[in-house]
């Protein structure tokens, strides 16, 4: 069998983004002999970002990148949830490692910047891997059949044989890719500000999770660097409150998203008065619409996208990391099979078709999320509280553990079993030497 494209050291990749999937990317191309060239916005890796967590396959990506006890050295300490109410006092638990399936912690819960310097650090040791900070696309001049060129913040114009959009799900490059055709914004009207604190005693190891009144709630989680990591979230109730998130959401202006903040979430007791009045000093306050991006079709021509930029699940999910990982196994590997004078769109449509079922399956969120964690009315936020309650108690019966347990191997589609070291789609640039 003819050596592929990249195993002759033909394939040049440029990739968009150096958030979670560019570097998973740029690992597996390297390892298949590709030349990758990685562009980052900013001047340095972003440390600032909240609590993430990998699942199901994604385990067994980082894995075979050597980087799972990395990952798990950088675990954020956080050993549960507990739902509180008024006062602080815990009325629900769910603790890691108790009740199965019910834990909503789990031992591979990192800070998204400490994966991002993880995966980084992994793909700019393998030869073949270009990292340039504080450069951008400007424009993409010609996405030809032969090649993509573009012209870079530099000035520069430079040809690859391929183009990766993962900067986002508000990618600019996308847009002048592929326009706004195809492309389907799925909006949660749901409103999320983050930030970090100073750590202080009533803080803890668990993650504390308040449902106040009038579609709101705030949220503390411990890290690994000795502070707290908090969000204030609303879903609004009517029109006017709508247009002043969407409007904070989309600005870059600061006092404007920290006088929302305070004028919403002011009268609320437990801690939010203090976080309220430490998110002066925070460096990293970041306000989020919650927003899907679905793109009826990720490539074109020699341009694809990937991660957030192609399907960003939201963070109601919590898959939005191990999709980006996942997928970026997946078209690597795909691009690792091109043949001498194969066009990469073969590769492309082989992602497309292979990882968009499962990718589909985790965006259909039912309609009641997230509304009905953010009850409007006293009534029912008393129902809410109510079967949180139940749910903590009855997850922790040990024949509900037995039943639910989350030790078996799960299907991500046919072939790619989630379960540790289990089969994984055979890509043979990819086997251990």
């Known amino acids: 069998m003819a050596s592929s494209l990249a195993a002759q050291g033909g394939l040049r990749v440029l990739v968009s983004g150096a958030?979670?999937?560019?570097p998973t990317l740029a690992w597996f191309l390297a390892r298949s002999g590709a030349r990758v060239t990685v562009l980052e916005r900013a001047s340095d890796l972003l440390a600032q970002g909240q609590n993430i967590d990998l699942r199901g396959t994604a385990l067994n990506v980082v894995h075979q990148m050597g980087v799972l006890d990395a990952i798990r050295a950088c675990n954020t300490t956080e050993k549960g949830t507990e739902f509180v109410d008024d006062r602080g006092r815990p009325f629900a638990t769910f603790a890691l490692g108790e009740g199965g399936g019910g834990a909503l912690t789990t031992e591979y819960e990192i800070l998204r910047g400490d994966l991002a310097h993880i995966l980084y650090k992994a793909a700019e040791s393998q030869p073949g891997v270009d990292f340039r900070f504080g450069t951008t696309i400007e424009r993409v001049v010609e996405n030809g059949e032969s090649a993509v060129r573009v012209e870079l913040s530099s000035g520069e114009e430079v040809e690859y044989d391929v183009l990766v959009l993962a900067d986002g799900q508000w990618s600019k490059m996308r847009k002048q890719v592929f326009g706004t055709e195809g492309l389907e914004v799925v909006d949660k009207n749901c409103y999320v500000g983050y930030y970090t604190v100073p750590r202080t005693s009533e803080d803890g190891e668990m993650s504390c999770i308040h449902i106040a009144p009038?579609?709101?709630?705030?949220?503390?989680?411990?890290?690994?660097?000795?502070?707290?990591?908090?969000?204030?979230?609303?879903?609004?109730?009517?029109?006017?409150?709508?247009?002043?998130?969407?409007?904070?959401?989309?600005?870059?202006?600061?006092?404007?998203?920290?006088?929302?903040?305070?004028?919403?979430?002011?009268?609320?007791?437990?801690?939010?008065?203090?976080?309220?009045?430490?998110?002066?000093?925070?460096?990293?306050?970041?306000?989020?619409?919650?927003?899907?991006?679905?793109?009826?079709?990720?490539?074109?021509?020699?341009?694809?996208?990937?991660?957030?930029?192609?399907?960003?699940?939201?963070?109601?999910?919590?898959?939005?990391?191990?999709?980006?990982?996942?997928?970026?196994?997946?078209?690597?590997?795909?691009?690792?099979?091109?043949?001498?004078?194969?066009?990469?769109?073969?590769?492309?449509?082989?992602?497309?078709?292979?990882?968009?079922?499962?990718?589909?399956?985790?965006?259909?969120?039912?309609?009641?999320?997230?509304?009905?964690?953010?009850?409007?009315?006293?009534?029912?936020?008393?129902?809410?509280?109510?079967?949180?309650?139940?749910?903590?108690?009855?997850?922790?019966?040990?024949?509900?553990?037995?039943?639910?347990?989350?030790?078996?191997?799960?299907?991500?589609?046919?072939?790619?079993?989630?379960?540790?070291?289990?089969?994984?789609?055979?890509?043979?640039?990819?086997?251990?030497?």
């Not at 958030?19 to 560019?22: C, E, F, H, V, W």
């Not at 899907?292 to 990720?298: D, G, T, V």
């Not at 109510?386 to 046919?414: E, G």
């Open 214 to 433: 009038r579609s709101r709630v705030v949220l503390t989680r411990p890290d690994n660097h000795g502070t707290t990591r908090a969000s204030f979230s609303i879903v609004p109730n009517d029109a006017a409150q709508k247009e002043a998130w969407e409007r904070a959401s989309r600005s870059r202006d600061r006092k404007l998203q920290m006088d929302l903040l305070r004028s919403e979430f002011g009268d609320i007791g437990w801690k939010a008065p203090r976080l309220l009045r430490e998110m002066d000093a925070a460096d990293d306050l970041y306000f989020q619409g919650v927003q899907q991006i679905r793109l009826a079709k990720w490539y074109k021509n020699r341009v694809v996208c990937l991660g957030d930029t192609a399907y960003a699940p939201t963070p109601l999910t919590g898959m939005g990391t191990s999709l980006a990982i996942d997928g970026a196994y997946l078209l690597a590997g795909h691009l690792s099979q091109l043949q001498p004078g194969q066009h990469p769109a073969t590769a492309f449509q082989a992602y497309d078709e292979q990882f968009r079922p499962f990718v589909s399956k985790t965006q259909a969120i039912p309609f009641f999320v997230p509304r009905i964690l953010h009850p409007q009315a006293a009534w029912s936020r008393w129902i809410v509280q109510t079967l949180i309650a139940t749910a903590a108690r009855v997850s922790r019966l040990s024949w509900i553990t037995k039943l639910f347990a989350t030790n078996k191997p799960t299907t991500l589609s046919d072939g790619l079993v989630a379960e540790l070291d289990a089969p994984f789609p055979s890509f043979p640039a990819f086997r251990r030497s």
């Open 19 to 22: 958030g979670i999937a560019g």
